[in-house]
């Protein structure tokens, strides 16, 4: 029997959910998870060392390399085949003190406890960014 998998975290989610194709006619959506949006984020946007993102992660340096490569071949796969992305799901955990503002779009964090959105300055239709992550897989 396997072992239970740990959550993987996950400190800043996406500014989009993805990514369309420029092809209208197809259908076909290649699905990336969080943690691999996250492990592709850090390594080569970020340019930071596989042991580095692990402990960021909390995850070992050889899962951190399954995550990587199943990334790496579902992106490649998307551009060969002219395919949508959307990053949804994975089994994350994502840093508590982010939040989604549903007016503009737009992910933030807490500076000084007040909620408000940096961008559009409402106070209203905001929602914590890790318990919409968690409505999600469910």
């Known amino acids: 029997m396997p072992r239970r998998q740990r959550k993987r975290k996950v400190f800043l989610p996406p500014y989009q959910r993805g990514w369309n194709s420029n092809n209208a006619s197809t259908q076909e959506t290649i699905y990336l998870n969080y943690?691999?949006?996250?492990?592709?984020?850090?390594?080569?946007?970020?340019?930071?060392?596989?042991?580095?993102?692990?402990?960021?992660?909390?995850?070992?340096?050889p899962t951190l390399t399954r995550i990587y490569e199943s990334a790496r071949r579902k992106m490649a796969n998307a551009l060969v085949k002219n395919t949508h992305i959307e990053i949804s799901g994975?089994?994350?955990?994502?840093?508590?003190?982010?939040?989604?503002?549903?007016?503009?779009?737009?992910?933030?964090?807490?500076?000084?406890?007040?909620?408000?959105?940096?961008?559009?300055?409402?106070?209203?239709?905001?929602?914590?960014?890790?318990?919409?992550?968690?409505?999600e897989n469910q």
């Not at 691999?36 to 580095?52: C, P």
């Open 35 to 61: 943690d691999e949006y996250e492990a592709i984020k850090l390594l080569d946007y970020e340019n930071m060392k596989q042991e580095e993102v692990a402990k960021l992660m909390d995850v070992s340096r």
């Open 90 to 135: 994975g089994n994350v955990e994502v840093h508590e003190s982010w939040y989604y503002c549903h007016s503009c779009h737009v992910n933030f964090n807490l500076y000084d406890g007040t909620v408000f959105c940096p961008l559009c300055k409402k106070t209203d239709n905001i929602s914590k960014r890790a318990e919409q992550i968690k409505n």
